[in-house]
């Protein structure tokens, strides 16, 4: 079997979806009968004969077709318009061509909206309630996140009213804040992606009190305290007995140099005396 041509389009956007066959061109559309229907019952646009048949209301002045390569335009494209299209073209009666397109239409979502709210703060930590949303895409998107450039997973929940509805979605996430993180939301839909990113901050820098040592390393300081004090206190007594001996024999030197330069000149006087007798 064939492979199914698919054609993609946003929605507003204006679309060809091309037909298997092309009218010669000395040949005319009259003598041919062209259909194009969405899923077998639907038709989209139709001609006999040269004339065109009544269409379905939704392709109302949205669609048209080409009289030569009979492609078939429409504009503008809604989410409504995906779905299998079939080209059926008849010669005299006789099928000539007979094949599917598959058209798939998306919708952008708006950019994620991240919000934070604080639950609880601490000195080690703030604790935040994350929320990222989008809304008004197609098809169901898939939300992904990063914490630092780090793959997360959000708690995830989808909105729509139909499976041929533009879907909200929201991302919800608890989260431990013990310093500034950057948070990404991205929501992925077809090929295409939005993506948002917000700085957290952890909102309390209090400094925590610091805890007191064990009483055991307290006692063992002030031991080490009174026995450096106390080896000060005899180093410093021992130096001072050392000094102080040291002055003392200085001291009994000069005493004696003062009693012998004392002694001197009266040796001389009783010399000069006995000179003289």
């Known amino acids: 079997a064939l492979e199914k041509k698919v054609v993609k389009s946003k929605v507003g956007e204006k679309v060809s979806l091309p037909c298997c066959y092309e009218i010669p061109s000395s040949e005319s559309l009259h003598r041919y009968r062209v259909y194009w229907q969405k899923n077998i019952t639907d038709v989209v646009l139709a001609y006999a004969e040269g004339e065109m048949i009544p269409k379905h209301e939704r392709y109302q002045n949205r669609a048209e077709m080409d009289l030569s390569n009979l492609t078939l335009w429409i504009s503008p494209t809604e989410i409504l318009d995906n779905g299998s299209y079939n080209c059926v073209v008849q010669y005299n009666s006789a099928v000539v061509c007979a094949e599917s397109v598959i058209l798939f239409v998306t919708a952008d979502f708006s950019k994620p909206n991240i919000t934070a709210e604080v639950s609880a703060d601490s ?155």
């Open 123 to 277: 000195c080690e930590y703030t604790e935040m309630a994350i929320i990222c949303s989008s809304h008004g895409g197609f098809p169901k998107p898939k939300i992904s996140g990063a914490l630092n450039n780090m793959p997360m997973e959000w708690n995830a929940s989808w909105v729509s009213e139909s499976s041929f509805s533009p879907y909200n979605v929201t991302g919800k996430l608890v989260l431990n804040v013990t310093k500034d993180i950057n948070i990404t939301c991205s929501v992925e839909y077809s090929g295409f992606a939005k993506s948002t990113s917000l700085l957290l901050k952890k909102t309390n820098d209090c400094v925590a009190p610091p805890v007191p040592p064990p009483y055991n390393v307290i006692t063992a300081s002030i031991i080490i305290v009174i026995t450096f004090i106390l080896a000060i206190s005899l180093a410093a007594r021992y130096l001072s007995r050392r000094v102080c001996s040291r002055c003392c024999k200085r001291q009994d030197s000069v005493e004696e140099g003062v009693k012998d330069c004392t002694k001197a000149p009266m040796s001389d006087k009783g010399t000069a005396e006995t000179s003289s007798v």
